[in-house]
Structure formats: structure tokens, C-alpha cells
């Protein structure tokens, strides 16, 4: 579906620059918003809640080369401590 939308010029450039941020288009960030506003709303109470919406988002097992979560947390930890 495509629809067209007549933005404020100050909500735009704002928009615009939480986009850049992140390395996203305008557009791509508008429709990242709109997919997380469950999330935003507050809509997700428990534990289980945002579990099933990370899961349906695609974000958990989405790193499959990590196999050991708290080993590899570790690595990170100590990389970042002997810079």
C-alpha cells in the first residue's frame, strides 16, 4: 500500500535527521516507526509479551553464528576494556 503524506517542514527535517542517525531513508524510518508502535504505546505488559513481539519482528536467533550468548558477550566486554 502507498500513502502519500503532507508532513509539517519541522516534523520532516526532524524525522529526517533521526533517520540519518541510524543509516535509514526517510521513508524506511517512517515505516519502522509505525511497525514498533506496539512497543511504543506500551501496549506490551510482560515478559511474554515482548518476547512473542521480538520473535514475530524477527529478532530472536536472528545472529544463528552465535551460539553462546553470555561467551560471546564476554568477548565483546573484554574488547572493549583493552582498546
Known amino acids: ?15 529526517s535527521v533521526e533517520a540519518g542517525k541510524i543509516s535509514l531513508s526517510l521513508p524506511e524510518y517512517i515505516l519502522q516507526l509505525l511497525a514498533v508502535r506496539k512497543f511504543l504505546e506500551g501496549q506490551l505488559r510482560t515478559g511474554a509479551e515482548l518476547v512473542s513481539y521480538w520473535q514475530s519482528e524477527g529478532l530472536i536467533n536472528s545472529r544463528p553464528e552465535i551460539r553462546d550468548s553470555q561467551e560471546y558477550a564476554r568477548q565483546i566486554r573484554y574488547v572493549a576494556e583493552h582498546r
Open 1 to 15: 500500500m502507498t500513502i502519500t503524506l503532507d508532513l509539517p517542514q519541522e516534523l520532516e527535517q526532524e524525522l
